[in-house]
């Protein structure tokens, strides 16, 4: 190893890691990345990347089965279910190697294996004991800062243990050898909601268990009721306000028992091909010399203040290790605000996570950015609500996809967008005109102002404004 000295060392090569690495060479500053699996991380790698391509095939297959609406001749005469695989992984290969390229041309030093916190160093600096990816001892590094950016891994719970095979987490999940007849997924986030809608389109018969009152919980009610109707009106089966207390793996199948989440009614117990467990996840923060360091880990995450800084002088964290919400994008973000803080940078501003926009790649797809109608008026505002269906919007009935949903919150008094939650076709690259107008403060003024493009999906986003003041035009 060339070099052992640096400005700053980044532990992990997620989309936290290696952004806070370029933007770090970008400021001048020596910088080394230490990761000790792909360059991208779990998103690019096994997540964000890699899923985006497998629902791309169940989206074509869905369209498919509808080709007849189009005047066109053809149907789905199978899937080659290694080939969708094998697509999916070259996706995430390619990325991952350009990853690989942006540190060289960067000039960023990528170790390969692991790294931990190893007390001080001459001068107040920091010092780090790696081992490399062959599991022997490499030479120890040294630098003035220190950020952890390794990520998080699927969450258990207690009986509910995966085995690779028949009970899976989104890894395994994502490289199936077979699409089961019969799929429970366990939780109903952003995670468990888009392998349900994947392999509902592949052809499985979904169940879905979500232990709270209704699936996607953290969207807006009003989506979340929208989404369990269409993924119903699809063949799946929702329960919420339940629970699996227990999974039992028997020739090749699992019996499952669910009940009510608050213990009122019977259990019952259904047989299924697969399970899969999405209920959350927990940060990686094991092996990584934080015994003995000021470093706080609550929940199984470390705790840090605006910039990324922990209790301990120099050291940092971001992305999922430090907490919701799990997403790359606040990763990324996070990563350039916490290095520009390091290197002192004039007018850097923290990361506001108000403006973090979340998007669920099911079909139809959810998007949202800001509060929900019910936390705005939790924190005391006076709202103003508007809602456009997709129904109204010609784009959307000429693309034959006329389901669907866009709704504005906004402050009464002051016209501020609190808040913007959609569900349908493409929201998920609508959600971003709605986070740059919270990150300019917009209010109504400006978007009832602004000239949409017709005939777009996004004239919706307007008409939701002007409905939020009574102007709506189109329905």
Known sequence: MAETKFDLIVVGGGPGGYVAAIRAAQLGLKTAVVEREHMGGICLNWGCIPTKALLRTSELAHLIGRADEFGLKAKLDGIDLKKVVERSRAVAGQLSKGV????????????????????????????LAVTGADGKPGEALTAKNVILATGARARTLPGLEPDGKTIVTYREAMVPESVPKKLLVVGSGAIGIEFASFYSDLGSDVTVVEVLDRILPVEDADISAFAAKAFTAQGMTLKTGAVVKSLKVSRGKVAAEIAPAKGEGKAEKLSFDRVILAVGITGNVENLGLEGTRV???????KIDQWGATGEAGVYAIGDVAGPPWLAHKAS????????HIAGVEGAHPLDAGNIPGCTYCRPQVASVGLTEAEAKEKGHKVKVGKFPFIGNGKAIALGEAEGL???????DTGALLGAHMIGAEVTELIQGFAIARTLETTEAELMQTVFPHPTLSEMMHESTLAAFGRVIHI
Not at 108 to 116: N, P, Y
Not at 406 to 412: A, L, Y
């Open 100 to 127: 690989s390229g942006l540190m060289k041309k960067n000039k960023i030093t990528v170790i390969d294996g692991e790294a931990r916190l190893d007390g001080m160093g001459p001068g107040g600096v920091r010092k």
């Open 296 to 302: 706080r880990v609550e929940k199984g995450h470390i």
């Open 333 to 340: 973000h996070e990563g350039v605000c916490c290095v520009e």
């Open 406 to 412: 866009i709704k504005t919150v906004f402050d009464e």
